[in-house]
């Protein structure tokens, strides 16, 4: 499996792939508007053998405390029916980790099911003393320091981009 950033011939292979992977169109639609509106941080696709797009992940800046502090929220994360259970999605993530990294992008944040997200080391974000702006269990929103020390300063309510409140 070929993990890569997203390119510009993938725009519409991501979109059947999202589509496919969730019941409503609401993430497509997040997904293109986050890209056309400038707040797509990274983009990785995952391709199987015959090139075809069958993962995405996709990262965004969020506020926190009212300030940009490079922090940025994870979502959505599909894999094709085909290729789930086999470790794919995991493997994107922590690819994405490492380029954010690599970029000085101090940590990241995701609202998600946590028997899953903390295989990957997520823990609750209100280890942090983060809080979400939407009403959701507390225990599926969590955090992870992708740089030691990223949430040292930082603190409050977590903001995602407008393209969300869609959802």
């Not at 502090?69 to 259970?85: E, F, N, S």
């Amino acid at each position: 499996m070929l993990l890569r950033s997203e390119a510009p011939a993938d725009l519409l292979p991501i979109d059947r792939l999202v589509k496919k992977a969730f019941d409503t169109d609401a993430e497509a639609k997040l997904v293109m508007t986050l890209r056309e509106n400038g707040h797509n941080t990274l983009s990785l696709v995952a391709c199987n053998d015959d090139g075809k797009v069958v993962g995405h992940i996709m990262f965004s800046p969020v506020i926190i405390g009212g300030r940009d502090t490079g922090i940025q929220g994870l979502a959505p994360v599909c894999v094709h029916p085909d290729y789930r259970k086999q470790g794919l999605a995991s493997d994107m993530i922590r690819e994405g980790f490492e380029i954010l990294s690599e970029f000085g992008y101090p940590a990241c944040v995701v609202l998600g099911d946590p028997a899953y997200y903390s295989r990957v080391g997520f823990v609750p974000a209100s280890q942090y003393s983060l809080t979400c702006k939407w009403d959701v269990p507390a225990d599926a929103f969590m955090a992870i320091e992708l740089l030691d020390g990223a949430f040292s300063d930082v603190t409050g309510l977590v903001e995602y981009c407008a393209e969300f409140d869609a959802l």
